[in-house]
Structure formats: C-alpha cells, structure tokens
C-alpha cells in the first residue's frame, strides 16, 4: 500500500494564504516525491496592510520551526493580546476580547454566573477585570505566559501584529530556501480535462504549460480557477455584513502602545488601529451603501493617531464564501474561498486553518470525492462560525444611530445565531461547540461587552455562600492587578526582544 | 461597563422553579436525587425523590464506562467502599469475539493505542506498516489492551500518562450499586417518598405542564419540574404527556436481553468479554462473587429456552437458576423534555445494551439539565437547547455503537447479513466512508466516544482504510520501525511491574 502523494502541486497566486500553503507543502512533503510550485503575477499588490492575526499562528510557525524573534524583526511585528472594541453599543464604551479566560469556576459554578449573581446582589464588578490579558491590554503590558499552569500569569495566550506584506515575503524566502520553485507569470488559459473537467494545466502568458495533479486557487477575490474556470458559485452575505470597502493607511508612530488592536465603530463601519513597530497601520471599513467614498475618507484623515504615511488607498470586498472551496482537483484558498471582514482578525487564520484541514485531507491519486466533502464541511463550519460572531457584534449595536447601524440592528439574523442570543439572554449560557471559532470565553467578551443582558442566571450560582463568592472575586481581581502591575510594558519589551530598527548587534530585515 | 442590573437567579418570582419531583426507580431515580440536590443544596430548591418499586433483579449487573468514576467524584462516592459493597471489578476494556468469520478476537482498551509521530496520527503508521508486513496487532500498542490480556490491572499515573492515555471502567453488582446510590441521595437531604405506583397525573389546562401526581399511597405531590425515571415505561413523559417513541429497531434487530449469573472467575479478568453468536451476543462482567451474563438477540430468531441453551453454550459455563429475560427495544422519545418534564435515562432513550451505555445516558442528561435547571414556568429556552444537544449526544452514541452491528463479518446468517447491509444515518455513513478510504475520522459535535475509542472500534471490527495519510510517508522507514519497538517496549516494561486486579479490591 501506498499513500499516493500527487506529484505536482501547482499553487496559483503568493499571497498570504499561497505563501502559507506553499511553505506547509515545503515542510511537510519530501521534495523528490512532491514538487510545489508557485505561480504569481508579480504586479498584483496584496490586499492588507497591518495585519492582526489570532495565537493559532503561533502553532503554524512553530510547525514551520520559525524562530520568532527573528520573523518579528522582520515582518515589523508586536504582540497582541486582545481587540479593543470602543463605542459599539454605546458612545463611551470600551471592552477587550481577550486571548484568555474570564476568571474560574468557584464551587464548580462557571464565572460568568457567579459574574451575574453579583450583579443582581447589586455588585457591579467590570468583567474585563477578571481577564489576565484584557487588563494587561488595558495598561500596555506585555510579557510571555508562564510556563507555570498554577500561576494566574499563565491564563492567557498571544498573537502578533505584523506586515502582511513582509509575513509572505519570509515565508517566500524560508520555501525558496527549502527547494520551492516560485514562477512569475500570469494565467492566460486553464485547460480542463474532457473527460471529467478537471483541472489539466495552466497556460501561462509566457507560452509555458504547467501541468499538475492538483491545483490551489489563491489568486484572490477573481477566483481564477475555481471562479472563472470552474464556474463553482459563490454565496453572498452582504444583507448580514454590509461593508464592502475599506480606506487604509498607515501613520507614524503615536497614541497607545497597547498589545490590542483596536476597533472603534463609526457612523458607517468602523476603523481598526494596528500598531507595528515602526507605524501603524489603521483603516475605515464601510459600507458604499450607507455613506460615500469621499466622506468615508474624510471620517479616517479626522482619526489619525500620527501623520499620515502617503494618501489612504481604497480595497473593495465583498462577505461571502465560495458554496465549496473544492471542487474536483481544486482547492480555493484566501479570498478566492471566501472574505469576511477583519473586525475578528480571522483572515491569516482562515487561511491557516483551510491550510490544516488540506494537510490533514491531503489527497492521493485519483482525488477521492468524499475527502472533498469533508473538507467542504469543516470549511464550512469555520465560515458560518466567524459570520455569526461578526453579525453579533452589528446587530448588538444598542442604540447607534445612523442608516447602517438601523439596518444591521433590525435585520433577520441566520437562525443559528439567533438561538444562542436568546439562551444568553436568559440565562447567561454562552455557546459550546467542537468545531470552529470561537471558544466560550470569546463569546462570553462580546456578548457581555455588547450589552446583550442576561435577565437571570443559573440557580446552581445560588449554591454558594454570597460572601465567600464575592471575596473569592475580589481577591482575583486584586490578584491580577498586583500581577499586571509588574509586568514590562509592551513597547519596552518589543524593544528588547526583536527590534525592527536597524542596528549592529541585530540583523535589519532582508527586503526581497 | 455593563447594566445589567436586572439580573436575578428568577426572572419572575411568582412562576419561580422551587420544587422538584422526580419520580422512578433505581439508578436513575437515585443519581438524579443525588446529583440535583449536591448542585442545589443551598439554594431553597426542594427535591423530592418518588421511589416506585425496583425491577432490579439478583442477577443484573451494571457494567460503566470509563467517565463514571468522574461522576462519583461529584457525588463524593468513595471508590474503595464502594467497590466493596457491589462485589465490583475494574475492567481496563472489552474483549470482542466471533464478531467475523476470519478474524481472530480483539481487545478494546479504555486507552489510546500508540502516539503521534511528526503530528500524524500513530494509526496511519500501523495502517502503512501493516501492509508492508507488519504483524503486530493494534491493539498491541495499547497499554489497556495489553495489560487487561495479561490479566493485569493498573490505575493511571504519572509515568503511564508518558506512555498513553489510559482510562478504566466498573462492573457493578446492580443491586449493591443502586443501595449506594440511594444512600447518597438520602444523606444529602433528598426527600423520599415510596409508591407502588403511579395513579393519576393532572395537567395544567393553559400549557399541558404537569401539575401534580397521585399515587397509590394515596398521597399528591405537586411540583414544579417533574422527572421521569421510571426506565422504558417513561410514565410521565411517554404516557402522561404522550410523547412518541422513535424506533431504531432497523439498526438494533436484537429485542430480547437475558440476564444470568455464573460461577465467578479466578482470576478475575480485567475486562469484559463480548462474542457474538448467530443470533446476537453474549457478554461475560466479571464480579467478584459471580460472573454477570448478559445476552441479547432476536426473538424473531429463538424462544427463551433456545437463547439460554445458546448463551450456556457460547460461554461454556453453567447459569444459577435465576435467569430472566426482559423484552426491550432500541429507540428514543421524540424529545427527552416536554413541558416541565424532563425524562432522564430508559425513560428518555431506550439503546441497545452493546457497549454499556446505559449509566452514561443516565449522567449525560442529568449534565445538562443541572446546568439548565429553568429559572422559572416558561422553559421554552432551557427545553430547546437541552433537546437539541441531549438529542444530538444520544444519536452519536447510538451510531457509535451501531458500527458493531454494521461492520461485522459473519456472512450467511441472517441477522448479521441484515446488519451489514442496512442503510446508516447519514453522518455516520460519512465516517466511515472517509475512515474507509483514507483512515481519517470525522468529528462531531456532542461526541461521547473520542478518537482513539472510534480508531480502536474500527480497525478492530477490521475496517482497514484503503490508504492513509501521505504525511505519514515522510516520516523515514527507520524512524518508524523504531518509534514502534519502543512503544512495544515500554508496554512490556510497564506490565512487568503491574499486579493482578485482585491486589487492587479490598480484601
């Protein structure tokens, strides 16, 4: 028996999700019996500028055997511990979903009920209190986990903030090293195969024919393979996520030095705030519906934290996914499988994972449908996932005015989000699941940050003495703020551990 | 930051949940009693446990699964004393026999069986080694496996965490174990109130909840949550409330189960032993003072005198004279909650006694509820997500255990032949068609088995994947070969150090 690795892999665009699949396919599979090649039009920029990413790609470059120092050198990378969320329900609001729990369970009793147990005894104790990265965050803090899991400094994860740019070009540079054969051209023709209509090969504008057994679409929102060649639909989610452009640009350095990437709602979108080492990087995500390209930019020069680097770009987009990533010989990563804004930093991760479950259902030769059909339901689940989490975040938007904010707090809601507001409401019960994000803590953020209002909670928080539970808050709260407060600030410790500024004890970056 | 300053434990004082009735029998009157009243002990919510009378008979035993000493944890049940009372055994898996024509019998352990290599999972290596000639069986690489086939016992520790995930099960006396339970119950302050029956249940006009129950000691109760734990009759919530019964008699054609003891064995196995027969299935759980039996077949197949002519045969051992065979039939309740009735157990889902389930459906629904117990009347929301998920997990179980029948290898017997051949629900059909082809396993929500129980349960009912993960080819031959003897190694080292299970029950 043989696993019948297919032998040529071409990969069709070297974005962020190319790049990651690129260097996965490099590290995981011996080159004399897989050979990965790369294909890209070098004149096709890459959507995104700062990107915000979530600890999951922590995993994938470990996997790759990174060392972090040296990638965040690089790609101009800081640490992230939660996303800031100002002014969404209310003016005035501000609350972190955190990488990391909301205090423990007391007497076996989840937190969040003993959280609202408290309430109704009229303690009003701020939930982001009891969250170890959501008050580091809070006070630009920043330091590695403990590796000690009884210690409270051990109850929080990290992402990074980098160049997304930057973060393909080194993986380019580590699968360039490792033996990948990049190309620079662009498709003029696909030819399929008359018998099946499988993907037969790539005709390039140079007159090369790139023959391959399986084919990965990362060529963007065009879809070059799975869209214009293969025809495969796509689903549109604009009625429940109508933002479809974004001005983006990047400002000196200035404001907070938080390890959080702020999102600030605004009168027809919002505007992420991504601090890199050296600038940051910072957008308007709006609706063309609801306001015009000229006031939406004029709403993002009036919201700078420095001066503007050069003039704000524009990207068009639009929510929604392809009905399946793959189709025959082809899978469709990055934009080309679907968008959903970056309000939750979901992009890198949803190229990571499709990247995950591609490893873990590699197929052989011939391409088995049902590895396919899996695929396309896990993908699936991811997406539908993050779009709820997203619409949540809209809808409960308490009493924002203006013509977006009516629309997307009077909408239908998929059914599936819908059963987990009203169980929350109720009771407090935060949504469970295997697959998918986002965990229960995550859940717990945004809905308690969003204002949603539970009106009781579970009678099993009665079980336990009233004073011994409140004193066993207070004493967390107090625990994590005598923490915090000796922990290095997060510029400092960028500073010391991967300075991207140039100078002779450290290697600059290597620019491509 | 927040307003919510509205919240209460009751969302309206006057419909408030203060009074919970559970009526039925046995194990599941008895963890229900035991585990409400240690979540709600202080909080006001009286609970009052209906006792109608036993059907628990000398020969029953009750096997678990391996998350029951979890619960007991819960309770506070101590496991020495209790081990003690029930003639109880550890069992470290099941041992599967006759369940294919050519294949040789299998040892399920409660355990993982070998550990990734480079990320991939260790039975896509056994999967490719086996076709390069490999003798070594799965099971091999389970230290459960090997230790229950050596007649050894071991709890888990630090140093065989390093090797393997390792779990082990009870068999229980079923008498002894509900008296324990039963104690718990009352010692935590559970009310008790003891019936022959159930007369009369009275129904509120506006909304069908069930209002009060007359019993045959001529006493009322009135309530606000009812829970049936009356086992398959479902009293309340099959026929007060009329809830129908969904059948999956297709899938489980065996209806008849016949319980027996035997002369008990020395040593004592620590495990179970399953071997079909044409019929249906013998399973042997060692206690201490006797050996448990239980068989289950097809009554359209044999009469009661042929099935224990059959089991005597199929175990080769002699039966006390209280044998006794109980009709049932695999299927559930459309829902488990219906109004402000919750049934729990038989009571709610009826599965084929394959795989001991039986205590684990008890403890699922009883999981949920404590952490839904509705805050007042209208428990429209609690309902829905407890019969959404409950229902969910009880359909992974029941595929679960469905596989037995459907991947077995006994060709040219007609109850087997049907098995293999019938239609399985969709997702499961989908998992085993990837598992089948490339030894990958899908997932799902609510799943009570995990992976190494789905692994160890395909590949030893012989569901051998056509290919396997070709990241798996990237890992050096060499490496392989080594990473295996010393798994094997280690096994062998371990069990050297292990005793027989007798060292581990009080004496």
Known sequence: ????IPRRIVILGGGTAGWMLAASLTKAFKPQDTTVRLIESGDISIVGVGESTLPQVRDFNEFLGIDEAEFMRETNGTFKLAIEFRDWAREGDCYFHPFGVHGHTIQGVPFLQCWLRAQAHGHSFNIDDFCYPSVASREQKFEFPSQDRASIRSTYSYAYHFD?????????????????????????????????????????????????DLFIDCSGFRGVLINQALKMEWEDWQDWLPCDRAWAVSTDLGGDTNATTRCTAREAGWQWRIPLQRRIGTGYVFSSRYTTEERA????????????????????????????????????LGLASGFLEPLESTSIYMSQIAVTFLMALFPGQPVNPVLAKEYNRLVDIEYTRVRDFLILHYHASGDRGGDLWRHVQTMNL???????????????????????????????????????????YDPQADNIDLDVMLKNMAELRDRIAANVATMPGHADFVREYCSATPSPSSRGPIHV | MSDINSARGSSSETGRIRKIVIVGRDEALWLAAGTLKTSFSHTGLEIVAVELPSLVRSVDVTPTLPTQS???????????????????????????????????????????????????????????????GLKAEFEDFSLNAVAARQGRFFRPDAETDKLAECDYAYHLSAGAYCQVLKQVALKRGVHHVQAARLCEVSHAPENGHITTISLSNGE????????????????LLGGALEIGFESWQHWFPCDRLLSASAPALAPLPSFSQVSAFRSGWVAQFPLRDRTGIRQVYSSAEMDERAALESAVVVTSTRFGTDSVVTPYAAGRRQVPWSGNCVAIGEAAAVFDPIDNVGIQ???????????????????????????????????????????????????????????????????????????AARGHLVEYNDETFIDYDWWSMFLGHGLIPKA????????????????????????????????????YLPS
């Not at chain 1, 028996?1 to 019948?4: A, D, K, L």
């Not at chain 2, 009322?220 to 009293?235: K, Y």
């Open chain 2, 70 to 132: 979890v619960f007991h944890a819960k309770l506070g049940i101590q496991e020495a004393a209790m081990m003690a009372v029930t003639q109880g055994t550890y069992s470290l898996g099941q041992r599967f026999a006759n369940f294919a024509n050519a294949r040789p019998a299998f040892m399920q352990g409660y355990g993982s069986c070998g550990t990734a290599i480079n990320l991939v999972p260790f039975h896509n290596y056994w999967i490719k080694a086996r076709g390069l």
């Open chain 1, 297 to 332: 930019r004029e709403v993002l020069l009036e919201n700078l934290d420095g001066p503007a680097q050069g003039d704000p770009r524009l990207i068009r987009f639009q929510s929604g996914r392809r009905k399946n990533s793959w189709y025959k010989n082809c899978i469709a």
């Open chain 1, 1 to 4: 028996m043989t696993s019948q």
């Open chain 2, 220 to 235: 009322t109760m009135s309530g606000d949550l009812f829970i049936d734990a009356t086992g398959a009759d479902s009293l």
């Open chain 2, 361 to 435: 459906i008890i403890m699922t629904g009883l999981a949920h509820l404590t952490s839904l117990i509705p805050l007042d009347n209208d428990m429209t929301a609690e309902r829905k997500v407890y019969n959404l998920n409950v229902v969910s997990t009880f359909e992974r179980i029941r595929d679960y255990q469905m596989c037995r029948y459907k991947l077995n290898r006994r060709f040219d017997q007609p109850l087997w032949d049907h098995c293999r051949d019938m239609t399985v629900p969709d997702l499961l059909a989908h998992k085993i068609e990837l598992f």
């Open chain 2, 468 to 503: 396997y993960d070709p990241l798996a080819d990237q890992t050096p031959d060499g490496e392989i070969i080594q990473r295996f003897q010393g798994i094997l190694g280690a096994i062998k080292n371990r069990i050297m150090w292990m005793k027989p299970m007798e060292a």
């Open chain 1, 164 to 212: 997304a740019y930057l973060y393909a070009a080194y993986l380019r540079r580590w699968s360039e090293k490792r033996g990948l054969r990049r190309t620079e051209g662009t498709v003029v023709d696909v030819t399929l195969r008359p018998e099946d209509g499988f993907i037969q090969s790539l005709t390039l504008a140079s007159g090369e024919v790139v023959e391959g």
């Open chain 1, 414 to 456: 998929p059914e599936s989000l819908v059963e987990k507001i009203e169980i929350f409401k109720r009771r407090g019960v935060v949504p469970r699941y295997r697959d998918g994000l986002f965990s229960p803590a995550s859940w717990t953020a945004v809905l308690t940050g969003q204002r949603i209002s539970p009106t009781g």
